[in-house]
Structure formats: structure tokens, C-alpha cells
């Protein structure tokens, strides 16, 4: 017995051991020829395969940009699917090489959880919806509402924290689930319905008649969903978090999939740094030098990954708000590529 | 009454004006016909006597019966009547004027491909046409009592389709059939796929655990116990999640099996745990006599197990068993806690859809899932019962 536990601790040194090894994430993914990406089971705008089922959405753009980057295929991806109670332990283990999967970027998971967050791809928050005919044009509006919220959420206690503080009334309708929530509001149980405000635009889809109802430009928390990488691997990290800043600095550019081989040609100093025409600065990451012509290529800029999964190109229609360029009035800034 | 038309027997004749002095006692006119007593058979029959043979049958068969009538109708209108059959997106499924919005079933029919097949490439998909078709005969030949050479079907069956479905669905590059991960396959193929590698693997593990529970030695019967034991004791969704999260952290990347594997692994197991205890039942219910027969017919333990006890055995455990599979079927779609997307995961998939997501999307979904499990359960429910009546000639009363 004594000899069995020996030999089953001196495994398991060596197993964690190999794990430590294996921090160089960048050359797994160039040997096995694809990027291994945890992604949402199925979020609408984020994570959803097609009738095709092609998998399709902003956090599996980002996915695809890393693979573009890295290997010089975007479809080199293998997704992996993962529920709320498994992401971080896959990302850990090493099950997936990249998690993106609308993860809020807090303290607490930063410095415990053993990941680092990177990019963040959407500043999410709470909002709130009412029906267009209330003629509101703000949450500072809704003092005496009654607001439909799911039970036990930091929603709730947000909701509350956001009415005291601006010191209006209101009057809680809670419920259980998402979907009975909605129902309420749909069925005029309530003036307003409060959740994440990507959430807001996806339940708002479901309604009888979308139109009739609008999303307040309020946001009264703090949500920003972020990609994360396991600890320790500070080479991986920096492509990951370069990856969304070349596709926000394309974006300020001008730098889009329809124009970018003309954009090779162009004589500004700043584009020719980015597409690699000028400088060795996907070198310097450890991939190849045209890194973000093969990402705006084949995936697109920042502006057109987001139109095309949440925004006014998709069913979703979210409007940029904090999502947009910081030229623009957005939280979207990117340091330069140079 | 063959006396009297025997025409060997004098009728005598009675004269008219005697005839007369017979009023007195019998009737000269027919009896007026009465109505027949209340029928006990037929339609009409049946629902006197069950539905409405007292006052308080009769209320309870009118409310019961108008409450299922408002179901049934609600349900057909939703699913027929209201329905819509034809649209390009979400518009078309929305309430319009004068009717309520009824199912979405374009919705349905846009992603049919997708409930089938998954995520696996369009162009390989030939392939697993050819693993249903394959499958289709297989059990086709195995569960038609009366076919040509069942010896041959079930080694077809047992042997050659899951070899064949194997190089088929992963691919065997050697034969031209590029692989197709495990990752990319989805919908029905995966429901398929797993509820048929744990019925499979279930009955002949099941057995084998079940005469080990009962065996004379310990090592065997401890082992036994304890396996039936732990499977029965631990979550199927904890021993997934084991076996997607925590063999990383000891296992290196190359050794790690494909997550499908461990999805088989798991769910064989599992099942064949719960199959060891319904055999047991079937085992137990055995009389000591009959061992003890074969055991004076000179018969060992392997040959009176499989010549006397467990042809008996099995017999009476046929609803366990099929009540097994029948758990095992719907139990597959716990496998989406390690990312697999099984059929109703695929459906969830749809309902999840912007381009299709209306107030009635939800239901439409879980109607067409309900429907399509219901047809597969309720399938190998009356298959059970048509074995069961066919086996139990000898019992039966």
C-alpha cells in the first residue's frame, strides 16, 4: 500500500509537472495545426451554430481572428462548448487553449480563479426596456415604475442600488426564470424589464412586436465581457489581447475585409505598420508578419465583427453605445501598432 | 322443438268452436314486444357501463371529458390549426390579424439537417445516411422474430454495423473517408450513437454483473457490488464532468480520448449498472429448483446459467429492461454538460435562433423534440410488448 501511494503521488508530481511544462500554448497551437476555443453552448449574437451548423457570433469571430493570426486560417478552430460551471475549469486544465465566452471581467476571477482576462470584446451592463408608447427617453425617467427582474441575480440588487441611489421608487415584480420574466413584461405585468443589455436586445426579439419596445441608453453596471487565458503563459496572452486591439485599430483605420488589399498599397505609415508592410511586428509576437491582413481578411475589423453578429446587420440590432471607437465616444481604444 | 315438426307425431286437430274454450287461460293475441334490455356490448354499451352507469360517473365523465377535449383542441390548434407552415424568418410566425400566432414550423424544417446530422461537414454527410441505412437493416433483422437467419443478423448487427458505423462516422483515411472529429457531430447522430452504444453494451455487462453480485466468491461479488454500487450512487452528470474536466489534468493532451469516447465509456457503464439490478431481480425470482435441476442433469454453472436460468430469467425482466433503455434513451441528453450536442441541445440550438425567435419559438421547439422522443420510447415500448406476448404463450391466462 504504502508503495501504491508512493507511486500514485510520484504520477500525479509528474503529471502537474508536464502541466507546467506545457506553458508554451503557442507552440501547441502551431503544431497541432488548430486553435482549441471555449465558446458559449449557444448564445444569440455570441456564440450560435447556423442551419448549416457552422458555428457563428462575435466571440466566435474572436476565435477565428486568433486562428487567422496564428495559423493563417480562420477556420482552423475547433470550438468546445462550455456551460457556466465548467469554463474556468477546462480553461485550467488545459481542454481549451482560449476561453471566449461572455465572461465578465471581475477581481475576484482575475486573481483566483489561476486565468488571466485579456480583451475585452463587449462592454456589457444593465439596462432597461419599456414599451416605446410610455414615451421615456431615460432610466432617470422611471420613478414610480413597476420592473420585471429575475429572482436572486445581481441584477436584482443592482436594480435596487440604481433607484436608491438616484433616489426614485419602484416597485419590484421578481420571477424565477428569464423566460417568465419576459412573459410578465410582455404581458404588461410591468412598466420596464431590466437584465444585461445584450440580453435586453436578444429578449426583445421574442416579444409579439419588437418595435414597440425600446432599450433605455442607461447602463447601470459594469459587465465587460473579456477573453482569458490560463495564468502563466504571458506569450499566448499577448497575442490574444493583440488580436482585439489590431481589429480596433483596423477599425479606427479604415482598415475593412472589403478594402484591405488596397489598403496594402496605402501610403500611411500607421496602416503599412499594421498589414505588415513596414516593420516585423507579428514577428515580434511569434506569428506571421501579415498577421492582421489575414484577420481583417478572412474575419473583419472590430466595427464589422460587431455589425454583423449584434449589430445593426443582425437580428440582435444592439447599437454600438460603449462598444463603439473612443473617437467615437466609445470605451473601444486600442494602443498603436508600432 | 323437434318434436313438433316431427312428422311422425299426429298434430291433433282442434275444432274451431273448442278452439274458443281455451280463451279462458291463453292468450289469443301475441305478446306486445318489449324493448331490449339495456346493452352491455358495443360502443354504446361499453360507455353505459363505464362512463355513465351513476350520477357521480356520469359528472366526473363530463368534466374530465370537457378538460380533455379544451386540451386536445388547444394543442391541435396550436400545432395545426394556428399553425404556420411556410415563412422565411420570424416575421412569418408572428400573432397577425384574426388568428394567434400557432407554431413556427418553418423553423423547424430550416434546421432539419441540423437536428439530424449536427455540425458535421455537409459534404461527408453521405456517411451517415449510409450508418442509418445500415443500421436500419441491422435492426430490422435482429427484431423481426421471423426472419431468415438471426444468427447471421446479430452478428451483422453486433459485429459488422458498429465496425462499419466507426470507419464511416470518424472516418478511415486509408479508404479515402477523411476523419471527421467527434466534435463536429451533433442532433440525432449523437442521440443515436450513445443511446445505442449504452442499450448494446447494458444487456451482456449487465449480465455478467448480476451473476457476479451472485456468485460464491468474494472478490467477484464484492467487485461486482461495489461497481453497481458507485455507478448507481454518483450523478451521471458528475462522472461527465469528471471525465471532460478533470482527465486533463492527468492525462497529457495526446492520451486524453475524444470527448465522444468518454460519452460512450460513461454512459455504457452507467447503464449496464442499472441493468445488473433489474437482471438481479429477474435472477431472484428464479426457484432454487431450477438450479438444482440443472444441477442433477449433470449441466455446469456457464451452461445451466445459459441453457435454464437465464432464458427464464429474462423473460420476466423484459419490462425492466426496456424500462432501462427506454431511461437510457433520455438520459443522452445530459452528455451536453461535456459540450456534445445532442438532439434536443440542437433543438435548443434553434429556439436560441434571432432569426426565428417569436413569443412561440420555445414551444414549437420542445413540441417537435417531445414528439420525436415520444415516437422512439413509445417504439421500443410496444416492440417490448410484442416480445412479451410472444414469450409469455405458455403463461398465459
Known sequence: MKYFFALLSAGLAMAFAAGGAEAQTLNQVKQRGQLICGTNTGLAGFALPDPQGNWAGLDIDYCRAIAAAVLGDATKVKYVPLDATSRFESLKSGAVDVLVRNTTWTLSRDSAQGLDFEATNYYDGQGFMVRKKMNINSALELNGASVCVQQGTTTELNLADYFRSNKMKYEVVAFKSDEETVKAYDSGRCDAFTTDASGLAAERVKLATPDDHVILPEIISKEPLASSVRKGDSQWATIVRWVHFAMVDAEEAGVTSKNVDEMMKSPNPEVKRMLGVEGKFGEGLGIPNDWVVNIVRQVGNYGEVFDRNVGAGSPLKLPRGLNNLWTKGGLQYAPPIR | ?397
Open chain 2, 1 to 397: 322443438m323437434s318434436a313438433v315438426t316431427d312428422p311422425s307425431i299426429p298434430v291433433p286437430e282442434i275444432p274451431v268452436s273448442e278452439a274458443r274454450s281455451f280463451e279462458g287461460y291463453v292468450s289469443a293475441m301475441p305478446v306486445e314486444p318489449q324493448a331490449p334490455p339495456a346493452s352491455t356490448t358495443g360502443v354504446v354499451g361499453w360507455m353505459r357501463m363505464h362512463l355513465f352507469s351513476s350520477l357521480g360517473n356520469t359528472a366526473l365523465t363530463i368534466i374530465f371529458g370537457a378538460f380533455a377535449l379544451y386540451m386536445i383542441w388547444g394543442l391541435l390548434s396550436f400545432a395545426i390549426f394556428d399553425a404556420t407552415w411556410a415563412g422565411a424568418d420570424r416575421e412569418a410566425c408572428l400573432a397577425h390579424t384574426g388568428r394567434e400566432a400557432g407554431a413556427c414550423w418553418p423553423m423547424i424544417t430550416e434546421r432539419l439537417a441540423y437536428f439530424t446530422y449536427g455540425s458535421y461537414p455537409i459534404p461527408q454527410r453521405w456517411r451517415v445516411d449510409v450508418v442509418f441505412l445500415l443500421g436500419v437493416i441491422g435492426l430490422i433483422w435482429v427484431l423481426w422474430i421471423d426472419a431468415p437467419r438471426r444468427d447471421l443478423g446479430a452478428f451483422y448487427f453486433f459485429v459488422i454495423v458498429p465496425v462499419a458505423a466507426y470507419c464511416l462516422l470518424y472516418g478511415l483515411p486509408l479508404l479515402g473517408l477523411p476523419i471527421v472529429d467527434t466534435d463536429l457531430w451533433g442532433g440525432f447522430l449523437v442521440t443515436l450513437v450513445i443511446s445505442s452504444a449504452g442499450i448494446v453494451a447494458a444487456l451482456p455487462l449487465g449480465i455478467l454483473l448480476a451473476l457476479g453480485r451472485r456468485s460464491k466468491l468474494p472478490v467477484i461479488s464484492v467487485a461486482s457490488t461495489i461497481f453497481i454500487e458507485v455507478a448507481r450512487g454518483v450523478p451521471l452528470i458528475t462522472v461527465l464532468f469528471v471525465a471532460k474536466v478533470m482527465l486533463g489534468y492527468f492525462l497529457p493532451e495526446r492520451f486524453d480520448p475524444a470527448l465522444m469516447v468518454k460519452a460512450l465509456i460513461a454512459v455504457a457503464l452507467f447503464s449496464a449498472a442499472y441493468m445488473a439490478e433489474v437482471v438481479r431481480g429477474g435472477l431472484q425470482a428464479i426457484p432454487k429448483g431450477q438450479q438444482e435441476g440443472a444441477s442433477s442433469l449433470g449441466l455446469g454453472y456457464w451452461q445451466s446459467m445459459r441453457l435454464i436460468i437465464l432464458p427464464q430469467a429474462l423473460r420476466i425482466t423484459i419490462p425492466g429492461i426496456v424500462n432501462t433503455f427506454i431511461g437510457g434513451f433520455k438520459d443522452t441528453s445530459l452528455i451536453l454538460i461535456i459540450g456534445m450536442f445532442d438532439f434536443l441541445k440542437t433543438v435548443e440550438v434553434a429556439v436560441e435562433d434571432p432569426k426565428w425567435s417569436t413569443p412561440v419559438s420555445g414551444p414549437t421547439g420542445y413540441l417537435f423534440a417531445a414528439i420525436v422522443y415520444w415516437i422512439c420510447c413509445f417504439g421500443m415500448s410496444r416492440y417490448s410488448r410484442a416480445i412479451e406476448m410472444r414469450l409469455s404463450v405458455a403463461h398465459k391466462r
